[in-house]
């Protein structure tokens, strides 16, 4: 059963147990009753085969709900002005084969400026075979590509779909906000879609979390095939763990938006960004551009903010630099492949976010660049931790200094993981509890990692489990402890699933729908519908 609902959730219609935390304009989802699901008129083997993630994605809310029926709109709604759709728009374009690497970090890298490239692609086979939908499903139609995964603690247990029969389901429900794809496993059965281009391009070759399997170990999933079909794209967002990134598009058409870094609140909602901490994917891209760009453009704030918009064509790769707000709208069908990456020149001003979250990882860094890449110039400060984790060893072997920042790195549970922990009350509880959070949320990303690597279910769920016991071994009581409950309690249950432990699998949904909701924040509401419905699966493998 669903939580009782607020006040304002009681004034409206019955809330189902799948539809997200209530907002200042409820979002009801459709009633099912009298009618088929929206894909339902689908046919075929393609069909039958994976009913059940098409049932799974429909009960997805926010990809699914027509609250203002988008898909009604005229198309010049959604579309660029034709004079930009005409020039692109206000960001530089200049053409790749006329720079060097060296003048590219000078003059864009470094600085953090934007821009254009025209022919970073050139040579390519997917300018061809991905140069239209009907080219690429004629290809590739029957690939299998990630469409969500499962829920929103982001488990990675992923929803598959052929990409025909993604762009059939995604064109019959006519969501707002259809599903996108954006697919980081390029092995298995998409490993021959490699052949399609030279990865990556000239230009953005050098990338520094290369430098050490470690290293690399801190951001694995980095490259992406994005495809999406009309009113896809992504919210105002920055590039995780200080990247930078190029997008190339291979068909239709992607309209742009930038704004410079910046962090605060009240930057924040100056550019209609999400505030921190929530989740951002739960809001048609659509709506931004809609509700909030013309207010930016006529007020004047657009100039003020040094706001860029611009029109992607394709077979031109744009350049996004780290810390740059950016967010895309897809005009009709279009498909990409993106990468983030952190180049030398980058460095100056990404180490020292490096450095303040995550001072577990930012040292060991710097040992490994100083030993592995001494053609890169580290800030000041990253030699000065560098030094201090080799000890002053100036004459160490790089290997030994690997094996230092490796070990480093790797520490992402902290050594008194393994002591006994005292129980502790109210004095230093909330100072206490977030260290345990820390450790906790490092043994889910080592879950995640597990099943990116290779849908290891059970090394997840171990993992998972080992948290569980940390906190509940601690004793702790506050929201933040019970968010990451929740959503490790949902991940076993989802890697349990998978293997069949349907009892197992129960109890942890139980833990989730019962025990947990009385700690919950407003950001975990999520998880525990999610474990609604891992719940129902459970109790159907039991029969």
Request: charged share 25%; proline share 9%; net charge negative.
């Amino acid at each position: 059963r669903a939580s009782a609902p607020s006040g304002s959730a009681r004034a409206g219609a019955r809330r189902l147990p799948m539809e997200p935390p209530p907002r200042s304009r409820p979002m009801e989802p459709p009633s099912r009753s009298g009618r088929e699901a929206p894909w339902g008129l689908l046919a075929g083997v393609l069909r039958a085969r994976y009913a059940r993630a098409l049932e799974e994605l429909d009960s997805i809310w926010p990809h699914n709900h027509r609250r203002r029926e988008l898909a009604a709109l005229p198309h010049e709604a959604l579309a660029p002005p034709e004079e930009m759709r005409e020039s692109g728009g206000a960001l530089p374009r200049v053409r790749a084969g006329d720079v060097t690497e060296e003048e590219f970090s000078s003059r864009y890298s470094r600085p953090r400026k934007p821009v254009m490239l025209l022919d970073a692609a050139e040579g390519w086979r997917a300018l061809l075979t991905w140069s239209s939908q009907e080219e690429l499903l004629a290809h590739y139609g029957d690939v299998p590509f990630k469409i969500t995964e499962r829920g929103p603690c982001s488990n990675g247990s992923r929803l598959e779909l052929p990409l025909s029969l993604y762009v059939q389901h995604a064109e019959a429900v006519g969501a707002d906000s259809p599903f996108y794809i954006f697919e980081r496993d390029l092995d298995g059965p998409r490993r021959p879609l490699l052949d399609d281009f030279d990865l990556p391009p000239r230009l953005f070759r050098d990338d520094l979390y290369d430098v050490s399997e470690h290293t690399r170990a801190f951001l694995p999933k980095h490259r992406y095939y994005v495809i999406g079909v009309e009113r896809t794209g992504s919210n105002l967002h920055v590039d995780p763990c200080c990247t930078s990134a190029w997008n190339t598009l291979l068909c239709g058409l992607k309209r742009w938006v930038l704004f410079p870094p910046g962090g605060s609140e009240a930057y924040r909602a100056r550019i209609g960004a999400a505030p921190e901490g929530t989740e951002t994917g739960e809001q048609a891209p659509a709506y931004w551009w809609l509700d909030v760009l013309p207010g930016l453009k006529s007020s004047g704030a657009a100039d003020a903010l040094g706001m860029v918009e611009c029109v992607q064509r394709p077979g031109e790769t744009i350049f996004v630099p780290g810390g740059w707000w950016h967010a895309v709208l897809n005009i009709g069908f279009t498909a990409a492949v993106t990468q983030n990456l952190l180049p030398p020149s980058a460095l100056a001003w990404a180490w020292p976010e490096l450095a303040a979250e995550w001072p577990d990882f930012a040292p060991g860094f710097a040992l490994l660049l100083r030993e592995l890449r001494p053609d890169v110039e580290l800030p000041a400060a990253a030699r000065a931790a560098a030094e201090a984790l080799a000890g002053g060893g100036g004459d160490r072997s790089a290997a030994e200094a690997e094996a230092a920042a490796a070990r480093r790195i790797e520490a992402f549970v902290p050594a008194w993981l393994d002591a006994p922990l005292p129980r502790f009350g109210p004095p230093g509880a909330l100072q206490r509890e977030a260290e345990l959070c820390d450790v906790a949320q490092g043994l889910l990303a080592r879950g995640h990692a597990a099943l990116s690597r290779g849908g290891d279910h059970a090394e997840a769920a171990q993992w998972y489990g080992q948290a569980l016991a940390l906190l509940d071994g601690a004793g702790t009581v506050g929201p933040a402890s019970g968010n990451l409950e929740a959503e490790l309690r949902a991940g076993r249950a989802g890697c349990r699933l998978e293997l069949g432990l349907f009892a197992e699998a129960l109890l942890d949904c139980e833990a989730v729908v019962r025990e947990v909701p009385a700690r919950l924040a407003f950001a975990a509401a999520g998880v525990q519908a999610n474990a609604c419905r891992y719940q129902a699966l459970a109790l159907l493998g039991l029969g």
